[in-house]
Every structure is written in structure tokens, then in C-alpha cells.
């Protein structure tokens, strides 16, 4: 029992602190980018189509999984294409990232490199030859494809599938409460300071090269931790399911032209971190407890795969979520597995940014799944082929 309630807590307090305030961030910045230009930036990326693969390639290869989650509700406005879609997530760098970088850089910036071309080939060609999306698409759905955000999804050009949006879905009047209307925007306040105390926090935890941090409540880094963590998860849990029907804000996953002013711009971000963070925490959780009650050792399975150690890579990249990442990357640093896995796992891994597109779109995130482990199981079997095993390529010493 005490390991199930240590795990809820350490899973409440990680999932804020490791993934929130980093995606926070992220989709503040393109915020107040769209702010600023009065939604021109989006406006442009939809009309040049031709660019959209490498745009998403770009902001998936960010550290973290903030520019991943920015480009989804992209997608389901029908903004951006299906191919940007799958090259997003297959360059998506996640958390996993920030490890990797300040424990093996040189390992790093080619497992990401790679990936980035992966991403970029991948998503043209589904975009300008189709690649079986479409019969996919309906064999995964074939009782019907429906848009949770009150358009439909219909097959595009080259069998892609794609969205009819619905922009009067687009914005919710907020509600008014003479105790819940300031509670809300008091939370939001709140909420915005836990996650700059989490940022500073996580950064540090990233660069201490991801250690154990004890679960525990005093005047240390630990204590911080854990209170930050579980104060901007709570509050993120508020401002979520009751907070953002006051605060003018109230649907989700969704890619507004451009924000009336900054505080709109501020509530949008953190209504869109709370709704990951959820997310996030599912995750986690389902992870901690499948951990806890099996027995699965990620590492070990990963290390005693031999040959098949890229195949392993891609599968584990499957899991939604960072955590199951950065026990890949950390034990690529210990020199356990080969370069081989760790590229299959960069190119098959969606990050967090999967977590938005099952929510509005399941059967876009499954297809998406498919068409980012098929480059990784070619790409890190032959890379494991060509060049053998490679441990402890680019680690420091």
C-alpha cells in the first residue's frame, strides 16, 4: 500500500515538473508569436502547404514536447496536413532530450539529426503519395470517423485524412461566480508561478542528468520539488475540469488565429498545459502501476535484446509519455544498449504530444503511431547492420 500511495504522489508531482512546465512554455512562446502578429504565423503555415512538414519537423525536434503539442490541434482544425502530422511526432525529441544532451550531446545530435530527416522524407512522401493512409485510416475506424471538436474528418488528397472544422466550437463564453469566477483567475495566477518555479526546477533536474529526487516536504531542492510538483499538478487538475469554464477559455485543444490580449494569450497556455499535464499524469500512472505489478523492467529489456535492440527501441517508443523515454536514454548513457536502439526509440517516440491527439482524434493519433515506428524499425535495423551495436557511442566520460 505504501508503494501504491508513493507512487500516486511521486507520479502527481513528476509529471508537473519533468513535462508540464517545459510544454508551458512552449506553447506560451507560440502564443504570444500568434499574439503578436495577429495570427499570421498560422494563417501563413496554412497557406504554404509545401512547408508544413519541415515546419513540424522543426518544432518537433524541439527539447521537450511543447512544440510537438503546439502543432496538434493544428491538424484537427484541418491547418496543417496529416504528413506534417506524422513528421511532427517523429522528430519529436520529448524529454528524453534534455538527458541525452547533457549526458551523451555527440550521441544526441546524431540520434535527432536522423530523425529529423526521417521526419522531414516521411512526411512528404505521405503527403504526396498517400502511402496507404486512407485504407488504414478506415481499417482502424471503419465503423465511422468522427471529430471531437464538432467538425468531421474526411480523406484529402493522396487518400490523407483530414478535418472540416468547425469554427463556431472554436471559443466558450465564460461562466460567471461570484466565488468560482476569482477562485479561477486566482488558481491561474497561482498555477503560472508553480510552473516558472517547475521550469527553474526542471532544468536543474535535467541537467543533474535525471536522478532519483527522494518524495519528500522540507527547505531543500527535494522539498521544492515535490511541492511545486504536486501544488501545479493540483492546480492544473482546478483549472482543467472547473477552472477554465470560468476563465473564457473553456475548450481544449484547439488553435485559436490569434488572442485578444496577453492575458488571453496566458489562460489559452496554461488551459493547454492543464489539459496535457491530465493527461500526463494518466500516463504515468498506468506506467507506474504496469511497472509495479509485472515487474517491467524497460532497461533490462531493452540491454538483453541483442540484435533485435533497435525493434525494442522502436516498441518501447510506442508508450505515450516521456517517462518510459527517459529510462531508455538513461540507460543509453550507461552504455547498456546500442546507438541503434536509441535512434529507433528518437524516430518511433511521440512524447506527450500524442496525448492531445488521442483526446480529440483516436483514430489519427493510432495512424500516427504506425507511420512513426515503421521508418524507426528500418531505420534502426539497418543503422545496427551497417555500423553494429555502438555503445556508449558519444557518452562523456
Known sequence: MNNVVEIFFASVRD?????????AVTVLLFGLVQYRTNGALVERLSENERLQPLFGALMGLTPGCGGAIVMMPLYVRGTVSFGT??????????????????LAPKAGLYAYGVAFVTAVLSGYAI??????????????????RTATDGGFAADGPGGNPTHEYDAGCETGAARTSSVL???????????????????????????????????TVGPSYAGAFTVVGVTGTTLSLYLYFVGRHYLGDGHVGRAPESFGDAYETLTHAAMET???TVWVLAAYLLYEY???????DVGALAAAAGLLAPIAGAVVGLIPGCGPQIVLASVYAEGAIPFSALTANAISQDGDALFPLIAIDKTAAVVASIYTTIPALVVGVLLHVLFGPMNGFGVLG
Do not use: E, K, N
Not at 502530422?85 to 541525452?100: E, Q, R
Not at 503527403?127 to 465511422?144: E, N, T
Not at 495566477?189 to 516558472?196: D, E, L
Not at 504496469?290 to 517491467?296: A, D, P, S, T
Open 15 to 23: 509529471g508537473y515538473v519533468q513535462v508540464s512546465a517545459f510544454v
Open 85 to 102: 502530422v506524422v513528421a511532427t511526432l517523429i522528430a519529436t525529441a520529448g524529454d528524453s532530450a534534455f538527458v541525452i544532451l547533457a
Open 127 to 144: 503527403d504526396r503519395f498517400g502511402m496507404g493512409v486512407g485504407r488504414i485510416d478506415r481499417a482502424v475506424a471503419s465503423f465511422g
Open 181 to 215: 469566477t476569482p477562485l479561477s483567475h486566482a488558481a491561474h495566477a497561482v498555477w503560472w508561478v508553480s510552473a516558472a518555479a517547475a521550469l527553474v526546477l526542471g532544468v536543474m533536474y535535467l541537467l543533474a542528468g535525471a536522478p532519483d529526487v527522494a518524495l
Open 274 to 276: 492543464s489539459f496535457v
Open 290 to 296: 504496469g511497472v509495479l505489478l509485472f515487474g517491467i
